[in-house]
């Protein structure tokens, strides 16, 4: 058990499937109490059974105010305070912004970066209050790449990055130095959105989450980590080590 997480106050957006569902995992096995979110009820239902239990899960949808206002609550109802949120709920299409319609285009942008905005703004103020928390929020390098079929998830995790570090200027102008932002770069995951060979399961992912949520106050803060490294987004890409989703 890892006392760095354990009672800590945990949500975990996408947490009916892949990354979520292995972070949910991870968390509850050190300790944490976890609230995990997710559209999908039946994956949910699955994500509680192989946590044994213990874990809260609150069905809705990123996109909808008061769905994040009743997973907040349920957070909440916890301990009266939010500790961690991981912004990982994600989806993708695929095919030229021409040939599809624009509310599939439209759809991505509003579940990866408007998601990641809506939950944020919804926790963000008792963080303050309390002067500690911790957001991390699974970015891509593929919002490096501008890759063709893909712009919406490339738009979408190009402006997660970008938020990141706006929100950590923001603290820092407010003088916050124990709420700390940061972007994760998972590396290539197998997950519902990437079925390709040769991807690290979902439960690698954990430990750089960990890691993250384990930064001592006054940390560095608006980083983007791949895995447990600093990465320069925007300036570190390299095309030809990129797989899709990673």
């Given amino acids: 058990m890892s006392e760095g997480v354990s009672g800590k106050v945990i949500v975990i957006t996408g947490a009916g ?13 050190d300790g944490a109490d976890v609230v995990g979110f997710d559209l999908d009820e039946p994956g949910l239902a699955e994500t509680t059974a192989i946590c044994g239990g213990r874990i809260r899960c609150v069905t809705g949808d990123v ?12 957070a909440m109802a ?14 993708a299409n695929q095919g030229d912004l021409i040939d599809r319609p624009f509310a599939d285009w439209k759809a991505v942008i509003d579940v990866n970066l408007s998601g990641v905005a809506r939950c944020t703004h919804a926790v963000l103020p008792g963080m303050l209050e309390r002067r500690h928390g911790r957001i991390i929020n699974v970015c891509s390098r593929e ?5 063709r079929t893909l712009s919406a998830y490339s738009s979408s995790k190009a402006g997660v990055a970008v ?11 407010i003088g916050q130095d124990d709420v700390l932002v940061h972007g994760l770069i998972p590396g290539g995951t197998r997950t ?7 991807m690290q399961p979902p439960e690698a992912v954990y430990p750089h989450t960990r890691f993250i949520v384990e930064l001592p106050p006054g940390g560095p803060n608006g980083r983007i980590f791949f895995r447990s490294e600093d990465y320069e987004m925007f300036t570190s890409f390299n095309e030809n080590r990129l797989r899709p989703f990673s």
């Fill in 17 to 29: 499937s892949g990354i979520g569902r292995a972070l949910c995992t991870g968390f509850v096995a």
């Fill in 63 to 74: 996109t909808s105010d008061a769905d994040v206002k009743r997973l907040t609550d349920a």
């Fill in 78 to 91: 916890i301990g009266g305070r939010i500790d961690v949120l991981i912004n990982n709920a994600g989806i």
């Fill in 143 to 147: 919002g490096e790449a501008g890759r």
């Fill in 163 to 173: 938020l990141t570090k706006s929100l950590a200027r923001e603290l820092r102008k």
């Fill in 192 to 198: 519902q959105l990437n079925t390709s060979e040769g």
